[in-house]
């Protein structure tokens, strides 16, 4: 991990950006608001549904990510995929 970290090459692994989990990112108040326009109530007793949560009662993923982040954790250390770079490439 520390080499890779540092910049040095290490065949097979790379680095790539790590997520948390996805949170809103208005106020409750406007979040249940949202709801209410798509008639769904996703009010919790002094807070709101999470992003997922709204979604399996039917708010539209497009309306909840546009609610919704999902904050960078960090990075963490994976299998390097050499397709990934060809990709890059090919576009």
Known sequence: ??????GATVP???YEDAYGREKWAKPVKEVVAMGQL?????AK???ALTPKQARDAGVPDDVVRAYSMTPRAGIKL???NA???KEAFSK
């Open 1 to 6: 991990k520390s080499l890779v970290k540092r």
């Open 12 to 14: 097979g692994w790379a």
């Open 38 to 42: 798509c008639k769904i109530d996703i």
């Open 45 to 47: 007793p002094q807070d």
């Open 78 to 80: 994976v299998p390097d």
């Open 83 to 85: 397709n990934r770079i």
